[in-house]
């Protein structure tokens, strides 16, 4: 039986990945470090913004700071709320499955972002009641792959629902480190194809699905058979 659903955010609800991007490269170019577009997919997606800062700057020999490092932060929290305020970020279908989700089962987030770049995205859909528990960067010490983001979204749902074991819950992630970070936490898996081929995810996912109008409730249903 599945018991509750955890979204992860960048890459399933939010199509922010690319303006994450922009946001990384442009605050890393004012320090002379370059970041293209497919090193970014291909090495530090997985990461928070304090793990891809510090592997950025590593692999090309510099490091950081941990004051230098919240600078870093800082200013690409700002650069991205400006590049969000364009118009709305989600993908097409987040907004109907998030709310299918929420109809059926208890909903959580488990994300690598900060939490104000979820919460400010929840609040101006105005789906922040639709999912009450949200995990971000700040509240673990490990980040994705580790499953300490998805073992923390468990233990909070727990909390109002006595006894919620980690394989009663789903969880819906667009790339195999949060896939592989669900999977050892013990949640049932869902990829979805927003950002890498259903070939990428196959091997860390229970199901792929290629658009959320897909994440239905008999979904759901047949995935905890």
Known sequence: MIRAVVFDFDGVIANSEPLHFRAYRDVLAERGLSLTESAY???YLGYDDVGAFRTIAADQGRSFSDGEIADLVAE?????EALESAGSVL???ARDAITRMASAWPTAIASGALKAE???VLDHESLRALVPIVVS???????KPDPAPYLRAVDLLAAAMPALA?????AIEDSRWGLLSARSAGLRTIGITHTYAA???ADAA???IDHLDRLTIDLITHIAR
Request: contains cysteine; glycine residues 4%.
């Open 41 to 43: 997919y291909e090495l």
């Open 76 to 80: 690409k929290a700002v650069r991205l």
């Open 91 to 93: 993908f097409p279908g």
């Open 118 to 120: 979820i919460v400010r």
């Open 137 to 143: 960067a700040e509240d673990t010490a490990a980040s």
């Open 166 to 170: 980690p394989s009663e819950c789903v």
């Open 199 to 201: 070939a990428d995810l």
């Open 206 to 208: 229970d199901i792929v």
